[in-house]
């Protein structure tokens, strides 16, 4: 395995998913297993629109010291790794019209072409109250990904996890069901951007 190629695809990417807003600074996570008990993941003080390779940093499985220097989402991709042999990358993003259109609404339901091919419907887990999310959100994330049979958890008021074999794939998913929700806002005659 080639742990350089696969940093230099996570920044590329993160650097367009940053451009597209699905990052803010400091906000976000993106990953890819590097071995059966490893991981490179983004640290907790990485910028996005500069990710670079020190920026990155390998995890593995039992957790040391490197884990105080990487990303709050370091365990929830742990457990997603952990259970889930498909799994090759992973992100969290926080897309604006997806994590808005979330807010109102309990099922995603594309009406454009590419979302209904390649999304179809997704169901809009609730966390039910933010306080404690952080404690639950490993185990209730890696269940549903478990549990369902999709690759994308659209998480109200919180943001998408998704994780994929192929990281253009998992990136191409994410735009599409971005566009599909930017879609349906515009449809219903709201904008993130109306004043």
Same mark, same amino acid.
């Given at each position: 395995m080639n742990k350089e190629h696969?940093?230099?695809?996570?920044?590329?990417?993160?650097?367009?998913?940053?451009?597209?807003?699905?990052?803010?600074?400091?906000?976000?996570?993106?990953?890819?297993?590097?071995?059966s008990s490893r991981f490179i993941i983004n640290t907790k003080d990485a910028v996005f629109d500069a990710l670079d390779e020190h920026r990155l940093i390998e995890l593995y499985f039992k957790q040391d010291y490197r884990w105080k220097q990487a990303s709050i989402d370091a365990l929830i991709h742990h457990a997603i790794y952990s259970q889930i042999s498909e799994a090759k990358f992973i992100s969290f993003t926080m897309p604006p019209f997806t994590t808005a259109y979330s807010l109102n609404h309990n099922i995603i339901t594309p009406k454009d072409y590419f979302g209904h091919k390649e999304i179809g419907s997704l169901e809009i887990?609730?966390?039910?109250?933010?306080?404690?999310?952080? +404690?639950? $959100?490993?185990?209730?994330?890696?269940?549903?990904f478990q549990t369902k049979e999709t690759n994308i958890m659209v998480i109200r008021g919180y943001g998408v996890y998704a994780y994929s074999r192929d990281i253009y +794939?998992? $990136?191409?998913k994410l735009a599409v069901l971005e566009k599909s929700c930017r879609l349906l806002m515009l449809e219903r005659g709201s904008s993130l951007y109306d004043e």
């Open positions: 696969l940093k230099n695809q996570l920044t590329s990417l993160a650097l367009s998913m940053f451009r597209k807003d699905f990052f803010g600074i400091y906000h976000g996570s993106l990953s890819a297993k590097t071995e887990i609730d966390p039910k109250q933010f306080d404690d999310w952080y +404690e639950r $959100a490993r185990s209730e994330i890696a269940y549903h +794939e998992m $990136a191409k």
